[in-house]
């Protein structure tokens, strides 16, 4: 909403009554307006919700805070920092450090000058009263900076025992997590299931997830019965309802009673995991009890109708109109937003269809991706919009096609303008020093703007480069891992967890011992990319997921 002169107090507020401000310049606008009506007495309640809820600029909280600073307490201004701290703006929370507690103020001073790793940090931590060290958020901040430095044997003793009713849920399981992780390099295994088997949240995700995880491990380096590695995957399985999720926890329940010999058990899990046939446990389930047959039927492979009668009405009305001017006429960031926005408020199946087939006719196959993506997480699948190629473009001739797709569709959307925060590139996120080296290589001269304007120059690198990772190799799995995480990094793991190309090497537990979490879900999601692309492409030359060893 866009206030000028011509919105009067009450028009403002009837506005924001219906549409609740998004944005801190819209709340502020709406408390403005209803003190002007009714007082500032009478907006104590918003304001204080206002002042601790929201971000604002240095200028925005300077004026908000004369306005209304006879009506916020220092427990309010307490709140609003105790908040600005655990979400890391520090710049903010510096600001608001005249305003809080004086028995708190070093308490925050030192969750800032954690966050942001400024020197002295023990001297700061030593100005704090000792009644506040247990503090929650600055227990966090410790445990961060510890990680972030490398001390991960101080950081685990930082949380054993974890606190109790832990607040930011996401940001703790992130930290804990890493350390898990490390106490199982460090092959300390008992310490990790403790850790983690004592983890409690409110997140049914994050209990999944961390169920999971408790079971892996006791599955994996615990010499445990099974009941209690096959309950953690149970509980698993329960506590999600994301497909990818559901298909790894039904795949090691299934694996759990194999290993024990109950086979209608895990033939039955097996089977529960494997109708996720686009997740990569699913397709590892379908294939164990599926053999020689079709992931998916051609019908849906190449567009199965999920058209309404009242879905022919979407094409006359004012939001198709709009997204069809926007794909004309907007920004690409501004068509994103919009787009969006309409495939999250989507109405059916057949308006997800619509949009996507809409975006890839104005050359957004990264839009249409999104629509059959959020179509998926409904159970409704749109692998003619999910999993698009490039026919008009060449492809180095030794390496398979259908990888370049699945990397391609996990790397950038099919989106040509796609810049990660790293710096990756284009189609095939390429890094512009790998594209500088590969260029030379290809006698090309090396050129940083076609990376993101010129789609053949992108592939052109981006294939060669993925082609001499899988011939050196001769594994599509390293091959993966080091187009992701580096070559250093591919040398290291199968130094420390075995060589998954060789038969003795169990190469999905091996893919799950992968210490960085990215990488262990990208070859994890291009793997299955490729499955399907495979089966669209009616390419028999490797069909089974097994083949990830070579």
Do not use: C
């Not at 999944?208 to 994996?220: L, M, N, P, T, V």
């Amino acid at each position: 909403m866009f206030i000028d002169s011509n919105f009067n107090n009450k028009k403002i507020i009837s506005y924001f009554e219906k549409n609740p401000p998004l944005t801190t310049k819209g709340a502020v606008n709406y408390v403005d307006a209803l003190r002007k009506e009714n007082g500032i007495e009478n907006v104590r309640k918003i304001a204080k919700k206002t002042w601790i809820n929201r971000n604002f600029t240095k200028r925005q909280s300077k004026d908000f805070y004369k306005r209304y600073k006879k009506i916020l307490s220092t427990k309010d201004h307490d709140k609003r920092i105790d908040r600005l701290t655990w979400i890391g703006r520090t710049y903010e929370a510096r600001r608001m450090l005249p305003l809080v507690s004086k028995n708190k103020k070093n308490l925050y001073n030192a969750k800032i000058i954690l966050r942001r790793r400024a020197g002295n940090v023990d001297q700061a931590i030593s100005k704090i009263d000792e009644n506040l060290l247990s503090d929650q958020g600055l227990v966090y901040e410790r445990l961060r900076w510890r990680r972030k430095s490398r001390l991960y044997k101080t950081a685990y003793d930082l949380i054993n025992p974890l606190p109790n009713n832990i607040k930011y849920e996401k940001k703790w399981w992130y930290e804990i997590s890493i350390i898990v992780r490390k106490l199982i390099e460090n092959k300390e295994y008992k310490k990790a299931y403790n850790l983690i088997k004592d983890f409690s949240s409110k997140s049914k995700d994050l209990i999944s997830e961390s169920e999971w995880y408790a079971g892996w491990i006791a599955y994996e380096f615990l010499n445990l019965e099974p009941e209690v590695y096959i309950n953690h995957f149970l509980n698993s399985y329960e506590n999600t309802d994301h497909n990818g999720e559901k298909a790894k926890s039904a795949f090691w329940v299934a694996r759990s009673y194999e290993k024990i010999k109950n086979i209608e058990l895990s033939n039955l899990w097996y089977k529960n995991s494997s109708i996720f046939v686009t997740e990569f446990y699913g397709q590892l389930s379908f294939e164990k009890i599926n053999k020689n047959k079709p992931l998916i039927t051609n019908e849906e492979l190449y567009g199965k109708n999920l058209f309404s009668k009242e879905d022919i009405n979407f094409y006359e009305s004012d939001i198709y109109k709009a997204t069809e001017l926007i794909l004309a006429n907007g920004t690409r960031k501004n068509a994103k937003i919009f787009i969006s926005n309409i495939i999250y408020n989507s109405q059916s199946p057949g308006q997800l269809q619509i949009i996507a087939k809409l975006s890839k006719d104005f050359n957004r196959p990264d839009l249409a991706i999104k629509a059959a993506k959020y179509a998926e997480k409904k159970n409704i699948f749109l692998y003619h919009y999910s999993y698009p190629s490039l026919k008009d473009y060449k492809i180095y001739k030794d390496v398979e096609k259908e990888l370049v797709y699945a990397v391609i569709k996990q790397e950038s959307a099919f989106d040509i303008k796609a810049i990660s925060r790293v710096g990756a590139r284009g189609l095939m996120q390429v890094m512009p020093a790998t594209a500088s080296k590969v260029s030379k290589q290809l006698k090309l001269s090396y050129s940083k703007k076609r990376l993101t304007s010129d789609a053949q120059y992108n592939v052109n690198l981006g294939s060669y480069y993925l082609y001499s990772l899988a011939n050196n190799y001769d594994s599509y799995l390293l091959a993966l891992i080091g187009y992701n995480a580096g070559p250093r990094r591919v040398k290291r793991w199968v130094k420390k967890y075995g060589d998954p190309r060789k038969d003795n090497v169990d190469t999905i537990s091996w893919i799950e011992k992968i210490p960085i979490r990215e990488t262990r879900l990208y070859v994890k999601i291009v793997l299955s990319n490729l499955q399907v692309y495979r089966q669209k492409n009616q390419n028999s030359k490797n069909m089974s997921i097994f083949s990830i060893k070579n």
